[in-house]
């Protein structure tokens, strides 16, 4: 093995039998992949689910126009618990940092209980318990269980942060808000992006909960337009209509993540500054 070898793998380098062995598991695992699809899209045509009839009504203007209502009210919910959940994290995180104990317990305590408490508990518990409109509520069983877990996403990131950054911004005389907010934040959020989308993602999806309590969202628009269908297995037609919106949003989030890290990887604020090499004849400062 080589110098360079050894110094990027993070494991032994396979050899010809091994490297055989994987090509070998990589096609036997396409082919078990290929023919469970196969036979997902066979039973799809056994049970006829393709068919103009159980496909005819979703182009009637009505049910468009449900299922363009529940969306609307998906991206609302996900919007204000998304804003919502950065902002309780980042309270949370600077609590927990705070070096002040009581408020680090308080903090810590909160986060460990929201964290441990199945949002779905929190969002019945606001809604059937205070008497919460559906809105307000999934926004705040979703904020809070998010939000608690970014507190940790966020603490996690600033902690990671070299100490000489932070030792050297006090040596400057910055206070402890200023190095908080221009020296360490800036850099963990650079590290952090890919899991705060993730936790995005999953606040996305937990949107659907919100029909267990009458929100009118969108997997509550799919479910009202499956019940009032006249035909077997309507809820097939509706999960293939509903499903790669879904994951097409996710997608869009995570395309989003991609998209500012690269913005941040060429910002000139973050661009490393090329320095000329010295020349021959070069007097260095404070030599005479």
């Known amino acids: 093995m080589t110098y360079t070898q050894a110094a990027t793998a993070l494991y032994d380098i396979p050899g010809p039998r091994t490297r055989k062995r994987h090509f070998v598991y990589g096609i036997v695992s396409t082919v078990l992949i290929i023919a469970l699809v196969g036979w997902i899209i066979y039973l799809l045509f056994e049970t006829e689910q393709f068919t103009s009839a159980k496909w005819t009504p979703f182009a009637y203007k009505g049910i468009q126009e449900l299922l363009l209502r529940g969306l609307g009210n998906t991206l609302k919910a ?20 705070s070096e002040h104990r009581a408020v680090r317990w308080l903090a810590t305590l909160l986060v460990e209980f929201f964290r441990a408490m199945p949002v779905l508990v929190m969002i019945f518990f606001i809604f059937v318990a205070l008497k919460v409109q559906p809105l307000p509520a999934l926004v705040a069983g979703l904020t809070l269980y998010n939000g608690s877990v970014l507190a940790e996403v966020f603490r996690t990131g600033i902690n990671s ?8 911004a006090y040596a400057l005389g910055m206070r402890k808000t200023q190095v908080m907010t221009f020296v360490l934040a800036p850099q963990a959020v650079r590290a952090m992006l890919p899991t705060i989308i993730s936790q995005l993602v999953v ?16 997997l509550h628009a799919g479910k009202l337009i499956a019940s009032n269908l006249d035909y077997d297995l309507p809820f097939i037609p509706v999960v293939m209509v509903i499903s790669p919106i879904y994951i097409g949003m996710c997608m869009l989030l995570s395309w989003f993540a991609t998209w500012v890290a690269k913005r941040e990887r060429r910002s000139p604020k973050t661009e490393a500054v090329e320095v000329a090499p010295a020349e021959p004849g070069t007097v260095l400062p404070g030599v005479h």
């Open 161 to 168: 942060v070299e100490r000489g950054q932070r030792e050297a």
């Open 203 to 218: 606040a996305l999806k937990d949107t659907s909960l919100g029909y267990l309590i009458t929100y009118e969202e969108f």
């Open 78 to 97: 996900f919007a204000c618990a998304a804003g919502l959940s950065l902002a309780l994290g980042a309270v949370l995180a600077v609590g927990r940092l």
